[in-house]
């Protein structure tokens, strides 16, 4: 028998309205869905509501004609903060722009309460649930809801049954999808509870957006977010076991994944250390950070992973995005999880059926704000219902992002035909419990700047409001005064990202009550505590795997840079006005085979000096170099940074993004290949540059940077060493023109002949490139460099460990007689054997950084006096 409250749980919006009518936000009346082009003039202040007909009046003299100069400069904010969302099935374009409208979402004093009212009483009533349904189970029981929507669901899991929710509250964050019907009233379309996505972006999207409206966002009086942020990451501390310094982490799935730019800039945003699950072990039941000083605690979690990837122990074996024992953890009550494992049966769109008489039963009161008509097809009586009225519903699975249950994407059915209708309604009466159906709401229409037949226009598109409910750490809930306005997707009627969605800001408009709450408290700097003392004096944590990638990080800058310089010599020799050396040939061409610029294949330029170049051109110009070149180099360069998107400035990621991004532009036709080629390189030049000063002046100097200046020092002296012995190996340097590319390939050619002017002395070079501790591109500066960056990481409590910092010895003046000695038949052999004893030294030194730093393999006491954190 059908339940009766799955049948009638809201009555369907706008039934008294014509079923093609929407809200027109702009108007605040209803409007025909066929209306795309807003052609009314928007100074006409009768087609306007009020809320809009201020904001246009604030837009200033320029007004209209300048709308299209703020929506260019919107676009630069984002490209230039390197704003993205990942499209899994682009492989063309992997990392999208984040799609962002010029114009905001209002939204009145007075519907805000309404929503507010409504999505707070709502989470009241989630709250409610879980802790019935992993409690006593009463709502089963009783028959208030069907247990194939909560055990037969798959992200309900048994293994959480019994287990008190830390700080006692199951559930932190919370997301609301609303759209509006053509009368204005709001309805619930979904609900997410397991790891809801877009409190960062939102927090973008604010920015960008009142940026390019600053007069109309502070005369509308518009509602701030930061005083609910911070209230958010303080009620976790206070519920997390650790108390008010207990450290919470942000679990991501990674950088691959499609919204880990919100992540990065929402632990960064909150103050939160952002990991990923092999940042983290469990020892002894609780949870721990892997860090370059060993294990720290970690007392909290705001997980943007899915539970059935959180532990591989328990979940699904394959795993590689969760931590081993977590759920025991959790189940210990030792670390807190927001939002805690087993919420995921919230979000099926079958449950919003049965929520008016869970409301009745756990909160005693209707539920205030509505959710659209839904039919679970699990039930006979509602597929009987349904099936005829497919065409003006949406199709939806019951257990959406089940691989065990059956999941699909959702059906729109005003836009079916026919036959794909009949379709579905098989599939439908194949499986029925799989299917949720859920009454089609023409969506509102927001007025958004785009382009019309080639010309800017106001067009009108379809929009719905996500809204987010947080925690207050008093057990209560805030609604965070916004939210993220989405675009639906016209083709697929959606309001999905990857599908051609895209965004807007929302404006909650202030009443007066809600004065601006000041970003703190000037109180509370009268006094110091000694808790005060201590978070003033506290580290920043490097994790263990940052610390890998900004070693790693370092390297690729300096190999590209390298690389740059190596190809811009040989291009200039091939190209110069003397024609090169046998020597200089040689010297060159194993240069560019041994860092791969060429491929090991390509001929060699003293035997064919055409195809050398044309092998060098090539390679220039292919994107997808797979020989560990220049192209190599930079990909390399840009997915470790990519890793490390909350480390570093919007500044410094956006040259490393345009870094990789002109090396991959095509050449201009007709243009000379070799002379595009030689811009091209001076251009990326610049940019690397850019990318080190960012790296020495805008990073701070924690154990993570020093590790990335060891590692541009590691990569430095392998090349530089390599270099010289090659070219005295070959006696190139013993020509002018081979001299001349030794001081280029240093970096030295200034600083060389402000010194000994046009000498041409081997003692000479030898000891600028060599000894010389006052030039930073020389040996001897390298190795001192390197020694200081590695004399910080020795750690002062293990007096037995092996001081790495004094592998290296630093050439010294006194070495440059023994260096210049040459045997009979020319050859520096002192140097030679000294340039390889560098070489070896600092390969074996990155081998040991990594045991050591990354992986921990020297020392497997380290995380044994860690459990007593």
């Known amino acids: 028998m059908q339940h009766p409250l799955n049948a009638s749980a809201a009555a369907r919006p706008g039934a008294a309205l014509a079923d093609d009518e929407h809200f027109d936000e702009l108007s605040g009346r209803a409007g025909q869905s066929d209306e795309r082009i807003i ?25 209209w004609h300048d709308l299209e100069r703020r929506a260019t400069a919107l676009q630069r904010h984002l490209r230039d903060n390197g704003v993205t969302y990942n499209i899994y099935a682009d492989e063309a374009r992997l990392q999208r722009p984040w799609p962002l409208d010029l114009f905001p979402l209002l939204v009145s004093a007075a519907d805000w309460a309404l929503i507010e009212a409504g999505v707070l009483q709502r989470a009241r009533l989630l709250e409610a649930a879980m802790r019935d349904l992993y409690g006593e189970r009463r709502l089963l029981k009783d028959g208030l809801i069907p247990a194939a929507l909560v055990q037969g669901h798959p992200d309900y899991l048994r293994a959480m049954h019994g287990v008190p929710a830390v700080g006692g509250q199951h559930l932190h964050i919370l997301a609301f999808d609303l759209a509006r019907d053509a009368g204005g009233s709001w309805w619930v379309v979904s609900q997410r509870t397991q790891a809801p996505s877009g409190l960062g972006y939102l927090l973008e999207n604010r920015l960008a957006v009142s940026a390019q409206f600053p007069e109309a966002f502070e005369a509308m009086g518009v509602r701030r977010l930061a005083a609910t942020y911070r209230r958010f990451i303080e009620g976790l501390k206070a519920q997390a076991p650790g108390g008010a310094d207990a450290h919470i982490a942000l679990l991501t799935p990674g950088p691959f994944h499609e919204t880990y730019f919100e992540q990065s800039y929402l632990a960064r945003y909150l103050g939160v250390t952002l990991v990923e699950g092999s940042d983290l072990t469990v020892r002894g039941e ?142 439908i009466r194949q499986r029925p419990e799989e299917h949720t159906v859920q009454a089609y709401l023409p969506p509102a229409r927001l007025p958004t700047w785009g382009r019309h037949d080639g010309a800017v226009a106001v067009l009108a598109r379809p929009t719905m409001l996500r809204v987010f409910v947080l925690s207050d750490g008093r057990g209560g809930w805030q609604v965070l005064p916004g939210g993220m306005t989405r675009l639906v997707s016209e083709s697929a009627g959606l309001a999905t990202m990857a599908l051609g969605g895209s965004s807007a800001d929302t404006w909650v408009l202030g009443d007066g009550a809600h004065a601006a709450e000041p970003e703190f ?56 006005e003397e024609e090169p050396s046998h020597a200089l040939l040689m010297w060159l061409g194993q240069l560019a085979v041994a860092t791969g610029l060429v491929p090991p294949t390509a001929p060699a330029p003293l035997q064919d000096h055409a195809g050398f170049e044309q092998a060098l051109l090539s390679a220039l110009a292919d994107p997808d170099d797979r020989h560990g070149g220049l192209g190599d180099s930079l990909q390399r ?50 940019t690397l540059a850019a990318i080190t000063g960012a790296q020495q002046d805008r990073m701070w100097r924690d154990d993570g940077w020093h590790l990335l200046t060891a590692g541009r020092q590691i990569e430095r002296l392998l090349h530089l060493s390599d270099a010289l012995s090659r070219g005295f190996y070959t006696n190139a340097v013993h020509d002018a ?20 002017q046009r000498s041409r002395s081997a003692a000479a070079l030898i000891e600028h490139v060599v000894l010389n501790q006052q030039n930073p591109r020389s040996l001897g500066w390298v190795v001192q460099t390197l020694n200081q960056q590695l004399a910080h990481l020795q750690p002062a409590d293990a007096p037995g460990q092996d001081d790495l910092s004094q592998r290296l010895h630093c050439p010294a003046g006194d070495d440059l007689p023994q260096l210049c000695e040459a045997d009979a038949r020319g050859d520096f052999i002192h140097l030679q054997t000294r340039l390889a004893e560098l070489a070896a030294t600092a390969a074996r030194l990155s081998d040991d950084i990594g045991e050591r730093h990354f992986s921990h393999t020297d020392d497997v006491s380290r995380s044994l006096g860690a459990r007593a954190c």
């Not at 023109?737 to 000994?756: K, Q």
């Open 521 to 576: 408290d000037s109180s509370s700097l009268v006094a110091i505590t000694p808790a005060d003392t201590a978070l003033v004096r506290r580290q920043r944590l490097v994790t263990s795997r940052a610390a890998e990638q900004l070693f790693w990080l370092g390297r690729y800058t300096e190999r590209a840079e390298n690389d740059v310089r190596l190809a811009r010599i040989v291009l200039n020799a091939l190209h110069g």
């Open 737 to 756: 023109a081979g001299y001349g590319v030794v001081l280029e390939l240093f970096d030295s050619t200034i600083s060389f002949h402000a010194r000994h």
């Open 39 to 63: 052609t009314r003039p928007l100074s006409d202040g009768a087609a306007l509501t009020p809320a809009w007909r201020s904001f246009f009046a604030h837009l200033g003299e320029a007004g």
């Open 637 to 686: 360069l840009r997915g470790t940074a990519a890793a490390l998107r909350e480390r570093l400035s919007p500044e410094h990621w956006g040259f490393i993004k345009l870094a990789d991004e002109r090396f991959r532009q095509p050449r201009p036709p007709g243009a000379s290949a070799a002379a595009e080629a030689a811009r091209a390189l001076a251009d990326l030049s610049r």
């Open 286 to 427: 609780r949870l721990f950070l892997k860090t370059l000083h060993g294990l720290r605690p970690v007392h909290g979690l705001i997980k943007r992973v899915d539970d059935a990837w959180l532990d591989p122990l328990e979940m699904r074996p394959e795993s590689r995005l969760g931590v081993p024992g977590l759920l025991q953890a959790v189940r210990a009550g030792h670390v807190l999880v927001a939002n805690a494992p087993g919420a995921g049966f919230l979000e099926s769109s079958a449950l919003l059926g049965f929520l008016p008489a869970l409301s009745r039963e756990l909160l005693g009161e209707p539920l205030r704000l509505p959710a659209l008509h839904t039919w679970w097809c699990g039930e006979p009586a509602a597929l009987h219902e349904v099936l005829p009225q497919l065409a003006r519903c949406v199709i939806k699975p019951t257990y959406p992002w089940s691989t065990s249950r059956g999941t699909f994407g959702p059906g729109v059915g005003p836009l079916m035909s026919p036959d794909v209708l009949a379709s579905w309604a098989d599939s």
